[in-house]
């Protein structure tokens, strides 16, 4: 188990951490922070700057995710990210990753909830500094699940202007 959890822990946070680097830095590729916030602003995100580096410092997180430290934090970061992008972008485009849906965001979040609640394993630093076993469980799973949907929530009814909220499809 500890070896498919450390190899679930570096792919996943790998991938965030690559996502955030695109939006805070413009490294792999990416836009960098004006560039993310600009695309933030055409959904409508107010303080489309602020919002860009929140993001992208929130996927930036899977960096300490796939080391394992502060597991439960770094889960966190990942899931709000993962469940704002659900909310504003993928849900009007159903479920499958091809058509644009929710698919790929619900794997990353679900696995970073998970992980919150199974702990990150015997190869990470959380291990190491004898963290591991008081900052995971079940209870911290469905934490970082109710702080992330509650962040979320929070996130795309205050910061997102209203127009852009009415002319969604239900």
Known sequence: MAYGLLLLRVVVGGTMFSHG??????????????????????????MPLLMAFLAGLAEA??????????????????????????????????FF????????????A???????????????????I???DNISGVWWGVGVLAAALAASVVTVTVFRRREVLQEQPA
Not at 62 to 78: E, Q
Not at 97 to 107: A, Q, S
Not at 110 to 128: E, H, M, Q
């Open 130 to 132: 004898g963290w591991d």
């Open 61 to 94: 997180s899977g960096l300490a995710f796939a080391l394992g430290i502060v597991t439960p934090l770094a889960a966190l970061g990942i899931a709000i990210v993962m469940l704002n992008a659900i909310i504003v972008v993928h849900w009007r485009n159903g």
């Open 21 to 46: 680097a695109q939006k805070l830095f413009g490294w792999f590729g990416g836009h960098g922070l004006r560039g993310t916030a600009g695309f933030f602003g055409s959904l409508g995100w107010r």
């Open 110 to 128: 679900t696995t970073a909830i998970a992980v919150a609640a199974i702990g990150p394993g015997r190869f990470s630093i959380d291990r190491l």
């Open 97 to 108: 990753n091809g058509d644009g849906g929710i698919e790929f965001p619900l794997v990353i």
